[in-house]
């Protein structure tokens, strides 16, 4: 019986994993990208100062310029973007080691039409238990590693942050 019931954890754990790496390596990119990104702004603002010191005329100003703008927004997107993967990933990770162990039932879902990594983001209405607390309600907004892993009344395990009981993390792999 339990070799039966190992495929389906030993597969599910593996799409965890892979998610995470996925996420990981989106929100590297994403930094990465932004850091280059701003360097093409840093050049364009060099160049808006050699075209200034040159006296260019001011259409060629403003052309150097925007485009300098351009790539210093695009920059700092992706830099908010990776960052804040990489917060949620290193947050995880803290959860699911120190956090305190508890249970969620799941009262509501809705899926979403948006998909991270090739999972379906779904938005959660649970009902948290911790030891030694009162039941209480948390809204969770996540990718699901796999379709069906969830339904109405569903008993998941989760982590909370003992300081802060909104923030909780599903463990996928329990």
């Given at each position: 019986?339990?070799?039966?019931?190992?495929?389906?954890?030993?597969?599910?754990?593996?799409?965890?994993?892979?998610?995470d790496r996925a996420k990981r390596g989106n929100a590297i990119v994403c930094v990465v990208l932004g850091v280059l990104?701003?360097?093409?702004?840093?050049?364009?603002?060099?160049g808006v100062g050699v075209v200034g010191v040159r006296g260019g005329g001011g259409s060629e100003l403003a052309g150097v310029a925007?485009?300098?703008?351009?790539?210093?927004?695009?920059?700092l997107l992706l830099l908010v973007i990776g960052s804040r993967g990489l917060a949620k990933l290193r947050k995880k990770q803290r959860l699911m080691t120190s956090g305190v162990r508890g249970s969620a039932r799941v009262l509501r879902y809705d899926e979403s039409r948006l998909r991270v990594d090739g999972a379906s983001v779904y938005t959660f209405d649970l009902e948290v238990e911790l030891p030694n607390r009162a039941p209480y309600a948390v809204r969770l907004t996540e990718p699901v590693p796999r379709r069906g892993?969830?339904?109405d009344g569903a008993l998941l395990?989760?982590?909370?942050?003992?300081?802060?009981?909104s923030d909780i993390v599903i463990d996928w792999w329990s």
């Open positions: 019986m339990r070799d039966m019931q190992r495929g389906p954890r030993e597969a599910l754990e593996r799409s965890v994993a892979a998610l990104f701003a360097g093409f702004a840093a050049v364009c603002a060099f925007a485009f300098g703008l351009f790539w210093f927004a695009l920059a892993a969830v339904h395990t989760v982590f909370a942050d003992p300081h802060q009981p």
